[in-house]
Nanobody, 128 residues
Framework: QVELVESGGGSVQSGGSLRLSCAASAYTYSTSCMGWFRQAPGKEREGVAAIDRYGSTRYADSVKGRFTISRDNAKNTLYLQMNSLKPEDTAMYYC??????????????????????WGQGTQVTVSS
């Protein structure tokens, strides 16, 4: 069973930074594609960033240049560095995994249906 546990959320002022982490249980993490999603109150869940086993990445237009997704395969951990945060970044952030994945697919890697496993989420609140 794959388990994903997010951490690092919190409250920050506009312009601030946060680093989210997602710890994965012992499975074929290193051969998985991973993603970060977020869901604001009253809105649908949206893809934020994705990364494949080789470190290739993809970002939503709304976070390009501000967020960075990375992974440490030795620690089975996924990260999301969030800089220049805005109030509109306020949401619950989730990590997701797609095991046995080689490359991220541009048309799929920021879509919910592409992933098999999900964490419980960590709240990020950005005040103006």
């Amino acid at each position: 069973q794959v388990e994903l546990v997010e951490s690092g959320g919190g409250s920050v002022q506009s312009g601030g930074s946060l680093r989210l982490s997602c710890a994965a249980s012992a499975y074929t993490y290193s051969t998985s594609c991973m993603g970060w999603f977020r869901q604001a109150p009253g809105k649908e869940r949206e893809g934020v960033a994705a990364i494949d086993r080789y470190g290739s990445t993809r970002y939503a237009d709304s976070v390009k240049g501000r967020f960075t997704i990375s992974r440490d395969n030795a620690k089975n951990t996924l990260y999301l560095q969030m800089n220049s945060l805005k109030p509109e970044d306020t949401a619950m952030y989730y990590c997701a995994a797609r095991p046995s994945c080689t490359y991220i697919i541009p048309t799929a890697s920021l879509r919910e249906w592409w992933y098999n496993y999900w964490g419980q989420g960590t709240q990020v609140t950005v005040s103006s």
